[in-house]
């Protein structure tokens, strides 16, 4: 199946999850999967959440990312993946001068 994310409508959320400036994705939603397409201008952050039913995988495309987690900080650049298991929290910010461009996968996961 062909996502093409030049196709799906802009999203432009303001603040989300609690944080800063705005994320701004494309986003491919069904049953099983979140797949989206994100952009955070230089300043812009998504807050501190938890995956309590889900997790995410995020992949970095373009840009210097700054991730948040259980465990403290890390730095990632393009060509990494960020990984927050279903259970753990997390954040991410661009605290760098470019914007920064990744793919995120948020699964659902069945009953354990």
């Known amino acids: 199946m062909k ?3 030049n196709e799906l409508p802009l999203n432009v959320a303001a603040n989300f999850k ?3 400036g705005e ?3 494309r986003r ?3 049953e ?3 797949i989206m397409l994100g952009k955070l201008e230089p300043g812009s952050s998504i807050g501190y959440h938890s995956h309590d ?3 995410e995988i995020m992949y970095f495309l373009e840009g210097e990312a700054t991730v948040l987690t259980d465990e ?3 730095t990632l650049l393009p ?4 990984y927050c298991p279903k259970g753990r929290s997390h954040s991410l910010m661009n605290r760098g001068s470019v914007p920064l461009v990744f793919v995120a996968v948020v699964p659902v996961h069945g009953e354990s």
């Open 18 to 20: 609690g944080g800063e």
């Open 32 to 34: 099983n999967n979140k």
């Open 23 to 25: 994320y701004v994705s």
């Open 79 to 82: 060509g990494q993946a960020h």
């Open 3 to 5: 996502i093409d994310f």
């Open 28 to 30: 491919f939603v069904d």
């Open 72 to 74: 403290g900080e890390e």
């Open 53 to 55: 039913i889900d997790s």
